[in-house]
Nanobody, 124 residues
């Protein structure tokens, strides 16, 4: 079992940047595929990005490709999401999640462990 805590949310103007981090504890971090999801008010939780155990293979939602970068540090048990060129439509609660599966899943179900979420608000 792994516990996840997100950091780094806040308020930023459109066009700005923000870096989210997620700290893991309680289990071997490198055993998990890590993902970031987000949920805006009244909308379903949606996939943002995922990174494989090796830190090399990644996957992004089309809406963030080229603007967001996911990375991980297995020595520090952290996964990060660098967000640039932010848009008002990026406003949401962002969640870090861990999966013991084999693929970079883009739906929430394969991710068994979730953080509490951190709010990102992008003003226009």
């Amino acid at each position: 079992q792994v516990q996840l805590v997100e950091f780094g949310g806040g308020l930023v103007q459109a066009g700005g940047s923000l870096r989210l981090s997620c700290a893991a504890s309680g289990s071997t971090f490198s055993h998990y595929i890590m993902g970031w999801f987000r949920q805006a008010p009244g909308k379903e939780r949606e996939f943002v990005a995922a990174i494989h155990r090796n830190g090399v293979s990644t996957n992004y939602a089309d809406s963030v490709k080229g603007r967001f970068t996911i990375s991980r540090d297995n020595a520090k048990n952290t996964v990060s999401l660098q967000m640039s060129s932010l848009k008002p439509e990026d406003t949401a609660v962002y969640y870090c999640a861990a999966s013991s599966g084999l693929v970079l899943a883009t739906t929430p179900l394969p991710y068994a462990y979730w953080g509490q979420g951190t709010q990102v608000t992008v003003s226009s």
